[in-house]
């Protein structure tokens, strides 16, 4: 025994070897399964949202290995937390792009471009009910101080539906899709603009309400209250990708994809949505690393703290630009309303 501990106490790589490599090589597979570009496992699916927390703890990695003077492993670790950061860090850092920098100029909605003409805007906000929890009269005090002129609901039951048309909701935004339903299943897209609904696949019976609304200087806009199954349990993470995969992709018309995606920007199906063309809002601000789930401890997690990730988004299309993101809290409900202040393209000037 005395013959093999001096065997290991001559032998400082060895050691050293198994502080460093240990500490790189669970950051290494993080990295590698984020860059995967498609759902890895359904355990995989649950933990990718927490890679912004996951980028930050991998500092630890080079910080052991140049700790113990093991150059291979600071290398390797460096290059780790340099591909998470690549992935994270940009939603801290709003959209330098001419579309996010004419925007900044516009101070209201219908204010004047640099042609003269007005520039058409639309304030969206959106939020998760909790199985229509929230108290009406809370996000009818909400919608009066933010003036959206498109509400998507999420979880809306036909009570929490009665109840807000009770509290003033459709004096403020008087056109719906309200598809309303017991449990999670139910959303709604309230608007200030006539509307028009239109179908989506459902699945599981979750009726994610969407329409075609008419703002006035911009022509039709299209609008889905998002909300796919969570991916829970493994029987639901069909319904998750499925409802994802249908989403409508950006083209034509003007598209908007608001509400509760049950997923982050680094899930491999909001990235699809991301690389087709559409742009997160907060992650154009900036804000893209705002927690919206949860914010208070639920007891689905036996009261245990969860860090909060993004699960709400508003997606653009790439022609649309984003003046302004922000998170709001609404009583008894999870998760954050999500506001954001956009500039639609104008309509073409008719013939």
Request: proline letters at 9%; charged letters at 15%; aromatic letters at 8%.
């Amino acid at each position: 025994m005395a013959r093999l501990t001096a065997g290991w106490v001559g032998r400082p790589g060895v050691w050293r070897g198994l502080l460093a490599w240990p500490a790189v090589a669970p950051f290494a597979l993080w990295a590698l399964l984020r860059l995967v570009p498609g759902d890895v496992h359904f355990r995989w699916v649950q933990l990718v949202a927490f890679t912004p927390y996951v980028a930050l703890a991998s500092v630890v990695a080079p910080l052991v290995a140049l700790l113990v003077r093991r150059p291979a492993a600071l290398a390797a670790g460096l290059a780790v937390t340099a591909t998470l950061a690549a992935c994270v860090l940009p939603r801290a850092l709003s959209d330098p792009s001419p579309r996010a920098s004419t925007s900044a100029g516009v101070r209201a909605a219908g204010a004047l471009g640099a042609s003269g003409t007005q520039t058409p805007a639309l304030r969206v906000l959106s939020a998760n009910l909790l199985y229509g929890s929230v108290p009406p009269a809370a996000l009818v005090d909400l919608v009066r101080r933010l003036r959206p002129d498109v509400l998507t609901l999420q979880e809306l039951t036909p009570q929490a539906s009665a109840g807000l048309r009770a509290a003033g909701l459709t004096a403020l935004l008087p056109y719906a899709d309200d598809r309303a339903q017991e449990g999670s299943g139910g959303s709604g897209l309230f608007t200030r603009y006539p509307l028009r609904p239109e179908e989506l696949t459902a699945f599981n019976g979750r009726r994610q309400a969407a329409g075609v609304i008419e703002v006035p200087g911009a022509g039709p806009v299209a609008v889905v209250s998002v909300h796919p199954c969570a991916p829970r349990y493994v029987y639901r993470f069909r319904c998750w990708s499925k409802s994802l995969a249908s989403l409508p992709g950006p083209g034509g018309r003007v598209q908007i994809l608001s509400g509760d995606f049950n997923a982050t920007l680094d899930h491999a199906r909001v990235r699809r949505l991301l690389d087709a063309g559409y742009r997160d809002a907060a992650d154009a601000t900036g804000n893209g690393l705002a927690g919206t789930w949860p914010y208070r401890r639920s007891s689905d997690f036996g009261g245990l703290p969860v860090p909060p990730v993004t699960l709400d988004h508003i997606l653009v299309d790439p022609r649309v630009a984003v003046r302004a993101f922000g998170v709001h809290r609404l009583p008894v409900t999870d998760h954050r309303a999500i506001f954001a202040e956009l500039v639609l393209p104008s309509a073409a000037p008719s013939s």
